[in-house]
């Protein structure tokens, strides 16, 4: 069975709003939400966001792998949606369910 899309997005919008919410983040996060450009994330709370990845997913979900296989412009305007549906592709894979 294909990974669900919207749990995955409501767990990684969980995540993103206990790394930001101190920065005044507190609406909705959509597929649609920008990194960089909504969030306003910056290199720790990526990194942050990187090893609560970690702990949910395990080895299964590399986001360093993801990030490392775009270029700067598409890291620059990554959207949420895109981490979403890699962590559903990367379940996929290995047969986890979301």
């Not at 990187?50 to 590399?62: F, I």
């Not at 986001?63 to 559903?88: C, K, N, T």
């Amino acid at each position: 069975m294909p990974a669900d899309q919207a749990a995955i997005l409501a767990e990684v919008a969980e995540m993103l709003h206990a790394i930001r919410d101190h920065a005044g983040v507190d609406g909705e996060i959509t597929m649609s939400t920008r990194f960089e450009e909504d969030l306003e994330m910056e290199s720790i709370d990526v990194v942050s966001l990187a090893g609560r990845l970690q702990v949910r997913y395990g080895d299964t979900v590399n986001f360093a792998q993801f990030i490392a296989g775009l270029d700067l412009d598409s890291v620059r305007h990554l959207r949420v949606g895109q981490l979403v549906e890699y962590i559903a592709a990367a379940l996929d894979e290995v047969g986890t369910p979301a």
